[in-house]
């Protein structure tokens, strides 16, 4: 493991720390707190703009704020060309779940459950990393993801977790039906702009995913708040998830910490999330 100081000692400290994984090497920033006060450490993951280093910068004040451990990793296009998809041979899960092992050795709090975020493709990969390892994760925070694998038996693996003819689809299904009560168990917040409503070159498209899930971002969050909702009801409970639009926002992450205050409504240990949520 590899450790490279990123920024002075004062305030909060800023580490780039990298390990090597059967698909090449992961890095990621860990930002510790002068104090430590949560337990819990939250771990953010970037879009496909692969903005890790920009969001330390962003998370910082929030490490401060909530005196708790934040872990930015970093998927290189070089070593993980798709990691929000998790797949052979750039099993991105894998090597998330690894990551946090690794840190365990320093930071024990990363050898249990974390608070998880996600951004657009970092938001595809949160959600599927929590379907596969439901048991290392508290809470999950999507934020505009552009697409999901729906707990629904009705829809076609990677849509949901019906049989497909997708190639290994049988064993990723299986996978995800295992924990899929333990996932429906999880608090899930799923957070989308009320103008992330755009078809931009970055979302995926087919008319099975417009026709399945909708034809944008914002329709596609609410179509998987309500299908987590129905999966849960049929599994004889209620879904802890909740669906909240920030007002004026599109698709940009960073626009959505500082005009919106994203990065505090998902730092916060506490799930007081200001009046925007959604009834769904």
């Not at 992961?26 to 771990?43: E, K, N």
């Not at 946090?100 to 970092?122: M, Q």
Request: proline share 6%; charged share 20%; hydrophobic share 40%.
């Amino acid at each position: 493991m590899e450790l490279e100081l990123e920024t002075p000692t004062t305030g909060s400290t800023v580490e780039r720390i990298s390990i090597a994984t059967q698909a090449g090497p992961l890095a990621t920033f860990v930002i510790t707190p002068r104090r430590m006060v949560s337990s819990r450490p939250l771990v953010v993951l970037h879009g496909i703009s692969r903005n890790a280093r920009s969001l330390v910068r962003h998370f910082r004040a929030e490490a401060e704020h909530g005196g708790r451990l934040i872990v930015l990793p970093h998927f290189t296009a070089s070593h993980w060309p798709h990691f929000q998809r998790p797949g052979h041979p750039a099993r991105a899960d894998q090597a998330l779940v690894e990551l946090l092992n690794r840190l365990a050795i320093r930071f024990p709090d990363c050898g249990g459950r974390v608070d998880l975020v996600g951004h657009s493709g970092g938001a595809q990969l949160a959600h599927r990393t929590a379907m596969l390892y439901p048991q290392r994760i508290a809470r999950l925070s999507l934020v505009a993801a552009g697409w999901y694998c729906l707990p629904d038996m009705s829809m076609p693996y990677p849509y949901g977790l019906g049989e497909s003819n997708a190639r290994g689809a049988a064993l990723w299904i299986r996978r995800k039906q295992t924990g899929l009560a333990a996932y429906l168990g999880l608090k899930i917040r799923v957070y989308v702009g009320s103008r992330d409503t755009e078809r931009d070159p970055a979302l995926r498209v087919s008319s099975a995913l417009d026709d399945l899930q909708g034809r944008n971002r914002h329709d596609r969050a609410r179509t998987y708040v309500d299908a987590v909702r129905a999966a849960a009801l049929g599994h004889g409970r209620v879904a802890d998830i909740a669906l909240i639009e920030l007002p004026g926002c599109g698709h940009d992450f960073e626009l959505a910490i500082t005009e919106a205050g994203l990065a505090r409504m998902v730092a916060e240990t506490s799930d007081m999330t200001p009046a925007l949520a959604a009834a769904g």
